[in-house]
């Protein structure tokens, strides 16, 4: 008799897949969660910087065609090129919006305008990421999501309204064996983005979490680190939790992207 080679499964208490700073990009979004398959973990942990960085005009011409610009060379598709274009944008991070010449000039001198149609395509797409958990994920397998200081706040509703995933923004969650403490915000930065505050306020938000957690609770942290903050937590945790720290390494989100802006 031929025996397996394959490793029986070990008896796990947890296991956590974690990512982070997809950025708009569907494709990274999908394999992350098609990584439940592969390293079969009870928890899918999408550690915050999920939204996109800016939008890219797409211009249409007169003659139906479609022109943008990719990686600093202008590309210009048939009509019905459009679903190939969009794809090649967002697999850089960015949200294609289709305009005419005069559309691109309301929105140029009206940056409120702008700022509201990026954060609708960032709340879309948040809407777009829940269904298809829905669709691909075991339902034995945890989703959570959790900000970082390059996410608008256009999208938390919608994660904290859906019943599949799990949207424990500042707050902690039971995952069993440990909890997590998650908190999007970082200290001051030059980009000034919306998760933002002092080093000592951080540093009360963070004991303020962990303050909430019995005593001898293990507790796993999911934390930004856009810049490394000088204060303390006004309690010893080292010994509580692990930390995950994530990292911002662009100039925040923007409105616009690409030659047209």
Known sequence: MLKSLRKPKKNRALRIFFATDVHGSDVCFRKFLAAAKVYEPNVLLLG???AGKGLVPVLRNGDGSLRAELDGNEVTVPADGWAQLT???????????????????????????????FRSEIAAQAERWCQLVKERLD???RCI??????????????????????????AVCDLGPVAMASLGLVPYTPWNTERETSEEDLAKEI???????????????????AAAPCATPSRSTSRRFRCTATSTSREGCSGWAGPYA
């Open 145 to 170: 999501i959790t900000p970082g200081n390059d996410d608008p706040v256009d999208a938390d509703p919608v994660y904290a309204a859906d019943e599949r995933v799990e949207f424990p923004s500042g």
């Open 87 to 117: 794809a090649g944008i967002n697999r850089r991070g960015f949200y294609a919006t289709q305009l005419h010449a005069d559309e691109l000039a309301v929105l140029r001198a009206d940056p409120d305008a702008l700022d509201r149609l």
């Open 207 to 225: 004991s303020s979490l962990l303050d909430s957690l019995p005593e001898g609770r293990a507790c796993r942290a999911s934390c930004q680190s």
């Open 48 to 50: 915050g910087d999920f």
């Open 139 to 141: 339902p034995a397998v």
